[in-house]
């Protein structure tokens, strides 16, 4: 068995997306925007984020346009038909999330957002949040 782990800093380009497949399994989706200087021009990557099950339930909200995150997991490929061609598409499949955007910063950025969930927990502060096989979220 090879080893496939990737690890990329980024900001969300837009608020996280809450889906349910049909069997009723909750995925999380958003693009990271990830900077980079090459030559003294800026340049960026932006690549697909999925969390699944209930991780994805409760980081969804805290996954807000402009995050700040490290996001840790597995690169795959995605392939599919469209009209005669194949396409190809890589992406991570979360298992860890690491936020660099202060509690506070996130609050002040999606005021309107808040008061206007009645759900919304406590937002993770800096730190890493994690999942283990059993799905179970843990705060390291």
């Not at 399994?25 to 003294?40: E, G, H, I, M, Q």
Request: with cysteine.
């Amino acid at each position: 068995v090879m080893t496939n782990n990737i690890v990329i800093a980024g900001r969300l380009t837009e608020d996280a997306e809450l889906r349910y497949t049909n069997n009723g399994s909750a995925v999380c989706n958003f693009t990271l925007a990830n900077n980079r200087n090459y030559k003294n021009i800026e340049k960026s990557t932006f690549i697909d984020v999925n969390i699944f099950g209930p991780y994805a339930e409760a980081m969804h909200k805290y996954l807000l346009k402009g995050t700040t995150l490290d996001v840790t997991g597995e690169l795959v490929q995605e392939s599919w038909d469209h009209e005669g061609r194949r396409y190809y598409k890589h992406k991570i499949i979360a298992k860890e999330l690491d936020f660099r955007m202060s509690k506070k910063d996130t609050l002040a950025k999606r005021q309107q957002y808040i008061e206007n969930s009645d759900e919304i927990d406590e937002i993770p502060d800096q730190g890493q949040i994690y999942i283990d096989e059993k799905e179970e979220i843990y705060n390291g």
